[in-house]
Structure formats: structure tokens, C-alpha cells
């Protein structure tokens, strides 16, 4: 069971939201659409989902053609981080609804309505309406009715946003387990890089509208094929310098240099960029050939056990993400220290020339 794009695009007089893209999704794979606000991953759900036609292209569902076929003619669950219930039905009633009109029997429908609910923690509000229930709750209460439903394709657009963090972390571990074990297809969006991670499979990169990299989620971290992919999976996004290749060496600012890494002797001499996550700035050194850089303070940003320092280096805006709490003065110098097997290295068009050695190691 697979669902397969080919060359389907979505424009909208003359904004485009989906350039033409490829993709192919196996039954049972968790699928993380990653990107941020308005890079087009709502639009491109819209379209698997049947409830926008593309203006270019062919969807296959199961190797049948389903293009222009109506979303309620299709076996599709779909959830939104606003989340959609009934009203005027018990929480009970909204999650057993969908198994309703399948016509299911009563005990199968309550025995998956109260195993659910036991899932999402509704069990003891099985009996109130919606509008009782906080936010989360009526999150969960939508959620429950798409994981009952047993879709073939379950799309989930940043579900769990509204939810507290621990119900949120408990989520996303069980979730992927529930569709796996399902045989469906899951797709899940978000503009979280971690979350992408967290939850596994495979991801796709989307960037105004174009889908930059697909395959396994650790591979497209790790080896991101261009800049473009390095920024939208790295939060926050990597920084980078321009850095110059002779001989044997990598110039970079500051009269810092480092080995050219293997794989690279026989690249040409020129100009290059450098790309480096923020979590791998460091304000100590601790490798010997770690190399400094003098930057200035901007801004801090105090998360309780991570702090985030905007920098400035020469004009370029860098952020590092620095473990614990930093006692540190706006506008003072800080050196920052870069182990060389952090640095990714692209084109100046921003491909992917060479992964960080570490990533190669990985």
C-alpha cells in the first residue's frame, strides 16, 4: 500500500504553494513534513488528503489513480492543531462517530472507543461534551476519533501543540507504534526539528513550497543535501561563514584554518561555506585544535537549562546554543570555540559538498 506524487504541483492565481514535487510513502511509515510557517506543508496534506486538486501531476493511492477523486470517497484521517469536534456529542459519541458510519458493531465500537480514550487519558470525561474539556483535552478528544477510524493515510498537521509537554512527549513515543502496527500511512507536520527527530521514519524538508530532501530522518539531519535543508533542520538554523580552500587547508575568518577532511584533497581551490549547527559553538575549548572566533554579545536568551547566545561575527549573525545558565554582558567580546569535525562544508550555491566528519562517523 503506498501513497506516490508524481509532479504534482498547487498554485492559486499566481501564488504557488506547492512546486512540482515527488514523493512515495510505504504503508506503516511514520513521515514528518518539517518546515517552517508557510513553507507549504498544510498545502501539500491538502492535496494527499483529496481536499485540494493539484493543478499539475497524479496521486496514486494503492496504485489506483485518485487525483480528482472526492476526500470523502477516500479511507483518510485528518487532525488539526485547531482542533475539530461535535459539540453537541459526548466525547464518547465524537470518538465512536467515525466507527459509526463504518457500521461496526457496538461492542467492537465501545471496546476501541474506551482503549483509545485510555490512550489519549479521557477515560474519566467519556461522558462530557467538548466544551467542557480544556484545550488539550478537546485535542486529544479529535485525535482519538482519527487513531479509531483506521485510516489507510492518517495526516496529522502539528497536532500536538495545544498539549502539556509531558502529554506531548508520552504522545509522540506511542503514536508512531499505533500507525505502525496499524499498516497506515502517517504523515505528521511540524516546524520542530526535534520533534522530526523524536519521532523517527522518514522526513521531508520543505522550503517555500518545495520539498528539499526526503528519506530516513536521521540521514537528512546528518547529511543535509544543501544549505537550504541544513537551515530548516536545525533550530535553531545553522550558521555559516565563507571559508576558502588552498592546498591542504580551510581559511576561515579570524586567520583560523583546519585540514582539508579527506574526502576533499581533490576538490578545487576557491571559495566555500561553512556550516555548523549552534549547539556545536562552544565558549570553552575543548578539543586542541579547536578554532576561535572573535565575536561580539547581542543578545541572550535564557531558557532555565540551555542559553542561547545571538552573536555577532564581523557583520554575521551566529547563534549558539550553550548548555546551562551563562552569566554574560550584552555588547561584551566572546570568543567561541569550533571543533572542525562539526563543520559541514557547501558551494556557493549552496550545495552539499562534503558532511561534517562527525556525521560521517555517526
Known amino acids: 500500500m503506498t501513497l506516490t506524487l508524481t509532479n504534482v504541483s498547487k498554485a492559486v492565481g499566481a501564488h504557488t504553494h506547492i512546486h512540482p514535487t515527488d514523493l512515495e510513502l510505504q504503508s506503516g511509515t511514520?513521515?514528518?513534513?518539517?518546515?517552517?510557517?508557510?513553507?507549504?506543508?498544510?498545502?501539500?496534506?491538502?492535496?494527499?488528503?483529496?481536499?485540494?486538486?493539484?493543478?499539475?501531476?497524479?496521486?496514486?493511492w494503492r496504485g489506483e489513480d485518485v487525483t480528482g477523486q472526492r476526500v470523502q470517497d477516500r479511507k483518510v484521517a485528518m487532525v488539526y492543531q485547531q482542533f475539530i469536534n461535535y459539540p453537541s456529542m459526548t466525547v464518547y459519541d465524537n470518538i465512536a462517530s467515525p466507527m459509526r458510519l463504518m457500521g461496526q458493531?457496538?461492542?467492537?465500537?465501545d471496546n476501541r472507543v474506551r482503549d483509545t480514550a485510555e490512550l489519549m487519558q479521557l477515560t474519566p470525561m467519556l461522558d462530557r461534551k467538548p466544551l467542557e474539556l480544556s484545550g488539550g483535552q478537546q485535542q486529544r478528544c479529535a485525535l482519538a476519533r482519527a487513531l479509531v477510524k483506521n485510516a489507510g493515510l492518517v495526516l496529522l498537521d502539528e497536532p500536538l501543540a495545544n498539549l502539556d509537554y509531558k502529554l506531548r512527549e508520552e504522545l509522540r513515543a506511542e503514536i508512531p507504534k499505533i500507525f505502525e502496527a496499524s499498516g497506515?500511512?502517517?504523515?505528521?507536520?511540524?516546524?520542530?526539528?526535534?520533534?522530526?527527530?523524536l519521532l523517527g521514519g522518514n522526513t521531508a524538508t520543505l522550503w517555500e513550497g518545495?520539498?528539499?530532501?526526503?528519506?530516513?530522518?536521521?540521514?537528512?539531519?546528518?547529511?543535509?543535501?544543501?544549505?537550504t535543508?541544513?537551515?530548516?533542520?536545525?533550530?535553531?538554523?545553522?550558521?555559516?561563514?565563507?571559508?576558502?580552500?588552498?592546498?591542504?587547508?580551510?581559511?576561515?575568518?579570524?586567520?583560523?584554518?583546519?585540514?582539508?577532511?579527506?574526502?576533499?584533497?581533490?576538490?578545487?581551490?576557491?571559495?566555500?561555506?561553512?556550516?555548523?549547527?549552534?549547539?556545536?559553538?562552544?565558549?570553552?575549548?575543548?578539543?586542541?585544535?579547536?578554532?576561535?572566533?572573535?565575536?561580539?554579545?547581542?543578545?541572550?536568551e535564557i531558557t532555565g537549562s540551555e542559553t542561547f547566545v545571538h552573536l555577532d561575527h564581523h557583520g554575521e549573525r551566529?547563534?549558539?546554543?550553550?548548555?546551562?545558565?551563562?552569566?554574560?554582558?550584552?555588547?561584551?567580546?566572546?570568543?567561541?570555540?569550533?571543533?572542525?569535525?562539526?563543520?559541514?562544508?557547501?558551494?556557493?550555491?549552496?550545495?552539499?559538498?562534503?558532511?561534517?566528519?562527525?556525521?560521517?562517523?555517526?
Open 30 to 60: 511514520m513521515n514528518v513534513l518539517l518546515g517552517p510557517t508557510s513553507s507549504g506543508k498544510t498545502s501539500l496534506m491538502r492535496l494527499m488528503a483529496g481536499l485540494d486538486v493539484p493543478n499539475t501531476g497524479q496521486i496514486l
Open 184 to 197: 497506515s500511512i502517517f504523515v505528521y507536520a511540524t516546524t520542530e526539528p526535534e520533534e522530526a527527530l
Open 229 to 300: 535543508t541544513a537551515r530548516v533542520f536545525s533550530d535553531p538554523p545553522m550558521n555559516f561563514l565563507t571559508v576558502r580552500k588552498g592546498g591542504n587547508a580551510l581559511s576561515f575568518g579570524d586567520g583560523q584554518s583546519a585540514p582539508v577532511p579527506a574526502g576533499l584533497t581533490a576538490l578545487s581551490d576557491g571559495a566555500y561555506m561553512a556550516g555548523f549547527r549552534p549547539n556545536h559553538l562552544e565558549l570553552h575549548q575543548h578539543v586542541s585544535n579547536a578554532m576561535t572566533f572573535e565575536t561580539q554579545l547581542v543578545v541572550t
Open 210 to 227: 518545495r520539498v528539499t530532501q526526503f528519506g530516513p530522518t536521521p540521514s537528512v539531519y546528518r547529511k543535509p543535501v544543501d544549505a
Open 318 to 362: 551566529w547563534v549558539g546554543l550553550i548548555h546551562g545558565v551563562q552569566q554574560l554582558t550584552l555588547g561584551q567580546k566572546l570568543p567561541v570555540y569550533l571543533d572542525p569535525s562539526h563543520v559541514y562544508v557547501f558551494a556557493t550555491d549552496g550545495t552539499l559538498v562534503s558532511p561534517a566528519p562527525y556525521a560521517e562517523a555517526a
Open 105 to 109: 458493531s457496538r461492542d467492537e465500537i
